[in-house]
């Protein structure tokens, strides 16, 4: 198991054990985290599973691919560090990963 943590947007920590090969928007849902919505189910298709990477993480989590650039231009207040949570696959190379929920989703 991999740790992840996933901060909600008023601050509350969600420390979860994921599996490699899940995606971080899969335990997101699983744990109920507030904030991810993730409407279309991890297809890269809604923009609403949406989070910020902890700049810490930024290099190993890596760049989007071009599906998911264009996804995020329909979410709110996109950031350098911005990454859907559905194209984040977990690995033992992300182990501690932290990301932050924004504000709202689109």
């Given at each position: 198991?991999?740790k992840l943590t996933i901060v909600?947007?008023?601050?509350?920590?969600?420390?979860?054990?994921?599996?490699?090969?899940?995606?971080?928007?899969?335990?997101?849902?699983?744990?109920?985290?507030?904030?991810?919505?993730?409407?279309?189910?991890?297809?890269?298709?809604?923009?609403?599973?949406?989070?910020?990477?902890?700049?810490?993480?930024?290099?190993?989590?890596?760049?989007?691919?071009?599906?998911?650039?264009?996804?995020?231009?329909?979410?709110?207040?996109?950031?350098?560090?911005?990454?859907?949570?559905?194209?984040?696959?977990?690995?033992?190379?992300l182990d501690g990963l932290v990301?932050?929920?924004?504000?709202?989703?689109?």
């Amino acid at each position: 198991m991999t740790k992840l943590t996933i901060v909600a947007f008023d601050g509350t920590r969600f420390d979860l054990d994921a599996e490699d090969g899940s995606t971080v928007m899969e335990n997101a849902v699983r744990n109920s985290v507030p904030g991810i919505e993730a409407e279309c189910g991890g297809a890269c298709a809604c923009a609403t599973c949406h989070v910020y990477v902890d700049e810490e993480w930024v290099e190993k989590v890596g760049s989007p691919e071009p599906m998911e650039e264009d996804m995020l231009d329909f979410a709110f207040d996109v950031r350098p560090n911005s990454r859907l949570s559905c194209q984040i696959k977990v690995a033992k190379e992300l182990d501690g990963l932290v990301v932050h929920v924004p504000e709202r989703q689109a």
